[in-house]
């Protein structure tokens, strides 16, 4: 019987070391792997792994996604039915248009506006694909099929035509990471331009005055603007409303240059959300809804200045407060990402 | 086929699965996390020790291909491993309903613990809607696949036996 107790007491000790030993060896990769000496090299090894299994990750999306698509689709039934509907008359008339794959034509423009980027004309670029969507659930991130080996390094901000999408934070051989502007650890600084203390609402930077593409695309619902300006003195009168624009609706704007003020705020992702939150901004300025904002151009900025970012969604100042709240939707729709730009532009050191 | 090469080549699918597919099928961009179902359907079958060792080596592989720290998976897999191991042996864990529950509920303990301790390391935020979102995704979706990956690990025929036995 004592026999028999000593030896489960025996199990139990080995039980309880062996379990310890695993969680201390665990916490030891952690704070290695945190802050420790090791974090590069892990980091290094993470890229490798990576680059290893996208091929094989990309083979079981190609032939899982029709699969996929399906099952998302049974899911909306009756959405998808009351489309259907509309969808089978229509398919007569366009039937005799489509002689070429959709897929490929949306995929053809989405990579040609790529290539003609209205904010980075002199910049050279990278086309990427997103192999992955969502990589991790404690952080919005996306991953690239391009990597070291393309010119992708860590720290180039990553775009489409639509605007800024976040900045690559690891890169491997043949992919990179990029963690989203929505990510609740990405800080942004931004710019807010006025005329005569109204916002500006244009989709390019006041101090370019070419003709630019309206910042909108796939379907996603964004303000367009438009304006008039006379003379130096006159304030600019803008209207504006949330309207779905097509990916070839181009609109000639010139921006004002007239009294233009800009003021530099804060933008950061919001935990939960797929919009920003605006802060630091100066309690003398009034931002409005539908504003346009654009990362800023300040010495050491972490990207490129005049990248649109996204328009004010929502002004809310409760009483008593100097500074409201201010939602900032995103240009950028991150849940059907196919294409992206990475511009080889580095932060200043 | 001995256990543990069916477990690997097991393994090896599943982080295939979750790397590859399991992006799709998002809940406001949070997705189940079938590794940690792996860890507890093979730790229930195998121990608290046998299960955390395993938890540990899975976390330190599937650490590769997440964008947490380091290591954060294998504390996650060691723990989850353990305490499934360790509540193997209780006798409600028979009713296979009760048993795809306690998974469910148990992943979605470990994505909250990895919550934590991320806060606790300054890399995330708040416990908020997304805490939330990733709590009711790994629930229900653990709770739902528990069985398919218990027949999968072995343990489902095993158990169905023993409750035929019981009732022979």
Known sequence: ?349 | MPYSIKIAALMVIVLIVQLSVMDVYNYNLVHDNLVALLVVAVAFKVGPVRGATFGFVVGLIYGLFSTTIYGTSSLEFVLLGFVAGRSSNLNIFDNLLVKSVFAGILTSIAAVFVVIFLKLLDQATDIDSATVNLVLVNFVANTLLYLPMEKLTGGFVASSNDAMQSVL
């Open chain 1, 1 to 349: 019987m004592a026999r028999r107790r000593r030896r489960k007491n025996r199990s139990r000790s080995k039980t309880q070391s062996t379990i310890i030993f695993l969680i201390l060896l665990s916490l030891t990769i952690v704070s290695f792997a945190y802050r420790g000496p090791l974090s590069v090299k892990i980091s290094h090894a993470q890229n490798y792994a990576r680059d290893v299994v996208s091929p094989i990750q990309r083979g079981v999306q190609s032939m899982v996604n029709p699969i996929s698509n399906s099952i998302i689709g049974a899911s909306n039934y009756n959405e998808i039915a009351s489309q259907n509907k509309a969808l089978q008359r229509q398919v007569k008339v366009l039937q005799k248009q489509l002689k070429s794959n959709i897929d490929a034509q949306t995929r053809l423009s989405e990579i040609t506006a790529l290539e003609n980027l209205p904010y980075a004309q002199s910049m050279p670029i990278v086309v990427a694909q997103v192999i992955n969507n969502s990589l991790s659930n404690y952080s919005q991130t996306i991953e690239l099929d391009k990597g070291t080996t393309s010119g992708v390094g860590v720290g180039m901000s990553v775009v489409t035509p639509q605007g800024l999408v976040g900045r690559v934070i690891s890169a491997g051989g043949s992919t990179c990471v990029v963690l989203l502007i929505t990510d609740p650890s990405n800080t942004i600084s931004v710019t807010l331009y006025f005329n005569n203390g109204q916002p500006i609402n244009s989709s390019t930077p006041p101090s370019s005055t070419a003709p630019t593409t309206t910042a909108a695309s796939n379907g996603t619902t964004q303000p367009t603007t438009t304006q008039s300006t006379a003379t130096s003195q006159s304030t600019a009168t803008q209207t504006s409303q949330p309207a779905s624009s097509s990916p070839s609706s181009t609109t000639a704007q010139t921006a004002p240059k007239n009294n233009v003020t800009q003021i530099f705020a804060l933008a950061n992702g919001q935990s939960g959300s797929n919009h920003l939150s605006l802060s630091f901004v100066p309690p003398t300025a009034s931002p409005g809804n539908g504003q346009f904002i654009f990362t800023a151009s300040l010495n050491g900025g972490d990207y490129p200045p005049g990248i649109p970012v996204g328009f004010i969604s929502d002004v809310t100042i409760k009483p008593g407060n100097l500074q409201g709240s201010i939602d900032v939707a995103p240009f950028v729709s991150f849940t059907n990402l196919n294409y992206v730009d990475v511009l080889q532009w580095l932060p200043a050191p």
